[in-house]
């Protein structure tokens, strides 16, 4: 299995324009997590997909940003418009669901917004 | 809430020496126990996991156990190399929670200098 695959790896963007990070979780999860990782806040819970539908958004920053999972094999996070304050590292990680299985994470985003 | 508390880093440490990284946590449930390792650059890798109390979770050389009576799942390995080096995450998913959402702590981070 070639794990949870992201991309782009790096994504350097001039503030305001529109942002489009994207994730493909492993064949058979059920469940797909973005995270953000800054040194000031680390780990950050964005939002989290239960067989394609957003079960929790409460970590989603502010309208800016947004989150879909079209279908099991895809999901994407968007920033627009993007701040500098945006700059940080995305993760997306996948599980197969229930509480003792843990996450596979991605190799993340480094997204830096100038 | 739901909590997780790690001793707070960084840790540094000559090869061959012992290592623990404290963990205790605060849960409403019966919490599934898990520790995530981040090497330089990398996404978050599960390192190991117990899911009840006195299981013992091992990998690479790395040890903890689940501890109810005090709600504690310590990080030990006996003999660390350079290649250890990274961050440390603790974290537990609790089924009373009402979601499968993993609580982290904030991570602490090794070095092991030759």
């Known amino acids: 299995d070639a794990g949870v695959i992201q991309s782009p790896r790096h994504e350097v963007t001039e503030m305001g324009q529109e942002v489009t990070l994207r994730c493909k979780p492993i064949s058979g999860h059920n469940s797909l997590f973005w995270y953000r990782q800054t040194m000031m806040r680390g780990l950050e819970l964005l939002i989290y997909?239960?067989?394609?539908?957003?079960?929790?958004d409460s970590g989603m920053p502010e309208d800016r940003f947004s989150a879909k999972m079209p279908n099991a094999s895809f999901s994407t996070l968007k920033i627009q418009p993007s701040e500098p304050r945006d700059s940080a590292v995305y993760f997306c990680?996948?599980?197969?669901?229930?509480?003792?299985?843990?996450?596979?994470f991605g190799s993340g985003t480094r997204l830096t917004v100038v | 809430g739901n909590s997780v508390t790690q001793m707070e880093g960084p840790v540094t440490l000559s090869e061959e020496a012992f290592l623990t990284i404290n963990c205790t946590y605060t849960?409403?449930?019966?919490?599934?126990l898990f520790w995530y390792v981040q090497y330089p650059g990398e996404g978050l890798q599960l390192l190991l996991k117990?899911?009840?109390?006195?299981d013992k979770g091992s990998n690479k050389g790395f040890e903890a156990t689940y501890r109810k009576e005090t709600t504690s799942f310590h990080l030990e390995k006996g003999s660390v190399q350079v290649s250890d080096s990274a961050v440390y995450f603790c974290a537990l998913s609790d089924p009373q929670g009402g979601s499968e959402k993993l609580v982290f702590g904030k991570g602490t981070k090794l070095t092991v200098n030759p």
């Open positions: 117990a899911t009840k109390a006195d």
């Open positions: 997909f239960n067989n394609n539908v957003p079960i929790d």
């Open positions: 990680a996948s599980s197969l669901g229930g509480y003792e299985y843990g996450y596979t």
């Open positions: 849960a409403t449930g019966y919490p599934s």
